[in-house]
């Protein structure tokens, strides 16, 4: 059973930066999954931040994070990180990192393994 565990959430002031981790444990062949980051605002729908292929070479970002995060993934550790530069206030939301077997895609609906979510707070 895949488990994916994400940390590093918390309280950052405007302009701030923080940097999420997302460990990925259980099933077969870890490394071969794309992986991304989804975020969900209070009284919103989840959304797309980004996400990877499982080489680590192929990146998507969402217009709104663009240039200001930066994903990466270290295979040997089975480890995900989302770097968080920047940080505007309406980043406010909880995070979620999330693995699939497949190609890179920007829909919630086609990642199968979904960590438990970690939040951010960006507030002065």
């Known amino acids: 059973q895949v488990q994916l565990v994400e940390s590093g959430g918390g309280l950052a002031q405007p302009g701030g930066s923080l940097r999420l981790s997302c460990v990925v444990s259980?099933?077969?062949?870890?490394?071969?999954?794309?992986m991304g980051w989804f975020r969900q605002a209070p009284g919103k729908e989840r959304e797309f931040v980004a996400d990877?292929?499982?080489?680590?070479?192929?990146?998507q970002y969402a217009d709104s994070v663009k240039g200001r995060f930066t994903i990466s993934r270290e295979n040997d550790n089975n480890t995900m990180y989302l770097q968080m530069n920047s940080l505007k206030p309406e980043d406010t939301a909880v995070y979620y990192c999330?693995?699939?077997?497949?190609?890179?895609?920007?829909?919630?609906?086609?990642?199968?393994?979904w960590g438990q979510g970690t939040l951010v707070t960006v507030s002065s």
């Open positions: 999330a693995g699939r077997m497949g190609r890179l895609s920007i829909g919630h609906m086609d990642y199968n393994y």
């Open positions: 259980g099933g077969t062949g870890s490394s071969i999954y794309s």
């Open positions: 990877i292929d499982w080489r680590g070479t192929l990146t």
